[in-house]
């Protein structure tokens, strides 16, 4: 028996543990969520008209502590002859845009998201078209009660001083 056979099996199950373990090293955690209450500043909307499922973007400005945080939310639209309306709003409620629930609220942030709370997600009725809603909802995780800001770097569209 030779000493490569030998060291040649110790060899694979040592790559078959490095591997994964140099792949979550490599990737890195999620920097954490840090807590804040925030205050809405500015808004601003660019809203698609006479839309099949294009985007309409909704970009929200926010004093929290002693910083001033910029994100976006991007909603798919279905409308037509009225750019307010959004048709899909009714399968999936998170694609109605944010609005502030009141003058100071809860927010959490990172590098690269801004999650603000949506309590205003009424559930389904209880009917036919409200259970084919629930399951419309439960299959795009619509349900959740969180909303997620995409943070930008983007502040000219405000009109507000502190967020330019």
């Keep these: 028996m030779s000493l490569y056979s030998v060291v040649r099996p110790v060899i694979r199950a040592l790559i078959w543990v490095a591997v994964p373990l140099a792949l979550q090293v490599s990737f890195g955690a999620d920097a954490p969520r840090q807590q804040a209450q925030a205050q809405l500043l500015d808004h601003a909307e660019y809203l698609c008209d006479n839309c099949f499922f294009g985007p309409s973007n909704y970009h929200y400005c926010f004093a929290?502590?002693?910083?001033?945080?910029?994100?976006?939310?991007?909603?798919?639209?279905?409308?037509?002859?009225?750019?307010?309306?959004?048709?899909?709003?009714?399968?999936?409620?998170r694609w109605e845009a944010w609005t502030a629930p009141g003058r100071t609220f809860p927010i959490s942030y990172d590098d690269?998201?801004?999650?603000?709370?949506?309590?205003?997600i009424t559930p389904a009725k209880e009917n036919a078209w409200g259970h084919l809603k629930?399951?419309?909802i439960w299959a795009t995780r619509g349900k959740s009660k969180e909303v997620r800001l995409t943070r930008s770097s983007v502040r000219d569209i405000f009109t507000n001083d502190r967020c330019r």
Aim: cysteine-free.
């Design 112 to 120: 690269k998201h801004i999650w603000v709370n949506r309590a205003d």
């Design 134 to 136: 629930a399951f419309g």
């Design 64 to 93: 929290a502590g002693n910083q001033i945080l910029a994100g976006y939310q991007t909603t798919r639209v279905l409308n037509y002859q009225d750019k307010t309306k959004n048709y899909l709003t009714g399968v999936r409620p």
